[in-house]
């Protein structure tokens, strides 16, 4: 059995980014994926009562892969002290930053938006201006030539449809939120740019 002295070593190496013994980089980055989507699932993915939804049984399946890959169960919700004192983001954050596109402060807009962003690999398809702020849609543009962290397998052509929060305030600008897909419904009467 570890002492305290014992576990706080084993925990800092599990959390300071070195690898255990036989594990490679692309082990971490998979860890680390595995970990992301279960930040996107939320609670659910750790057991709730009643029959288990498909989104609980794969849910599952990743805590499954995870432990097998890293032999630890995962957390979604843990921070971590930094040796500077700063704590890390725990995923939900992490999840949260990756989903979210700054734009600056374009003038004389306020308000927020919603629009639909289509994916193709490689590229944002398309933009559509769902509802909201009217003043907003002039932002089309700017929100189809952002950066977005979206990825395919190799040689996939599968689209995807994101839902996106526009939000614009007069002191600190324009910043967009890519919504889970489960909210990616849009109306017929959309507009498209």
């Known amino acids: 059995m570890l002492g305290r002295s014992g576990r706080e070593e084993v925990k800092y190496r599990n959390v300071s980014g070195q690898l255990p ?16 989507a279960l930040a996107a699932i939320g609670p659910l993915a750790f057991g709730a009562a009643g029959a ?30 930094l040796p500077n004192g ?28 919603e629009f639909a962003i289509m994916f193709a690999p490689g590229k944002v398809e398309s933009v559509t201006y769902v509802s909201g702020e009217k003043a907003l849609q002039a932002l089309s543009e700017k929100i ?24 614009c305030f007069p002191t600190s600008g324009c910043m967009a939120v890519l919504l889970p897909p489960d909210n990616a419904i849009i109306s017929q009467n959309a507009s498209q740019h």
């Open 52 to 81: 288990p939804s498909d989104r609980q049984t794969l849910a599952s399946d990743m805590i499954s892969r995870y432990q097998k890959l890293t032999g630890e169960r995962p957390s979604i919700n843990e921070s971590r002290r």
């Open 21 to 36: 013994p036989g594990r490679s980089l692309e082990a971490k980055e998979a860890a680390h994926a595995y970990q992301l």
């Open 144 to 167: 189809k030539a952002a950066p977005y962290q979206v990825e395919w397998p190799v040689g996939s052509q599968a689209k995807i449809l994101r839902r996106a929060e526009l939000s």
């Open 86 to 113: 700063d704590l890390t983001k725990n995923l939900t954050e992490q999840l949260l930053q990756i989903r979210t596109i700054k734009f600056g402060k374009p003038p004389n807009l306020s308000g927020s938006a």
